[in-house]
């Protein structure tokens, strides 16, 4: 089945510094989702995107859908301490269906 | 506020008891999810439902019931045949848009241990 890997899994940055994860997948895909999911909350999206080589940005975050489909980018400027958490890519099962898959998260530690 | 509520935020479990967990949205989504979430991994796929009164099994359904008799409410029943019961339940909710899904927008979790 479709299968996402997102890396890195873990990230130590210090405050200030720009960071840039990725998540890709063996098969295409026609959506990417990007979340942050905070401490013993649940996911919140950031970033969603619909079109090959798009690329979108939310403030200090911007993401872009890879032109091959099969890969998308997150990246953070400047990060400040709020902005750790786990950051999860997801997209659909395919086929159209309602479903998504998700990555297992890259979890952001930023030191003052 | 539109948003999807989940309810108790900590539960717990004692041997051979069936637990219900609540999840409720008012943003009109059609279609809501439920996810299990445990360290380290990413979200596992309980089941969902796309309408009312109808509902599919997701990738880790056994052990698990949930009803959809209103488009509001999917609450999912944890019973004693779920083994390891213990993680973080996370509900979500879509609109549904033709072939492509609408984003999940997601409630705040119940964690649930086993006393």
């Known amino acids: 089945g479709q299968q996402l890997n997102q890396n890195p899994q873990s990230m130590f940055i210090q405050e200030g510094e720009d960071v840039s994860m990725n998540c890709t997948s063996s098969s295409i895909f026609n959506t990417w989702l990007w979340y942050k999911q905070d401490p013993g909350e649940g996911p919140v999206l950031l970033i969603a995107l619909y079109k090959a080589g798009e690329l979108t940005s939310n403030g200090r975050l911007t993401a872009q859908f890879g032109i091959t489909r099969k890969d998308s980018f997150l990246n953070i400027s400047a990060s400040i301490p709020s902005d750790v958490g786990i950051y999860f890519c997801?997209?659909?099962?395919?086929?159209?269906?309602?479903?998504?898959?998700f990555g297992k998260g890259t979890k952001l530690t930023v030191n003052p | 506020d539109g948003g999807i509520t989940q309810s108790p935020k900590y539960l717990f479990r004692k041997e051979g008891q069936n637990v219900t967990l609540s999840c409720e949205q008012n943003?009109?989504?059609?279609?809501m999810y439920w996810y299990r979430q445990d360290p380290g991994q990413g979200l596992r796929l309980i089941y969902y439902s796309q309408i009312v009164n109808d509902f599919q099994k997701g990738d880790i359904a056994e052990g698990y019931s949930v009803s959809r008799e209103k488009k509001e409410s999917f609450p999912l029943t944890v019973t004693s045949a779920q083994k390891n019961p213990t993680a973080f339940y996370l509900c979500?909710?879509?609109?549904?848009?033709?072939?492509?899904?609408?984003?999940?927008?997601f409630g705040d979790g119940t964690r649930l241990s086993i006393l």
């Open positions: 979500a909710s879509s609109i549904v848009r033709g072939r492509f899904p609408g984003p999940q927008h």
């Open positions: 943003l009109n989504h059609d279609a």
């Open positions: 997801a997209g659909p099962k395919g086929g159209g269906s309602e479903k998504l898959v």
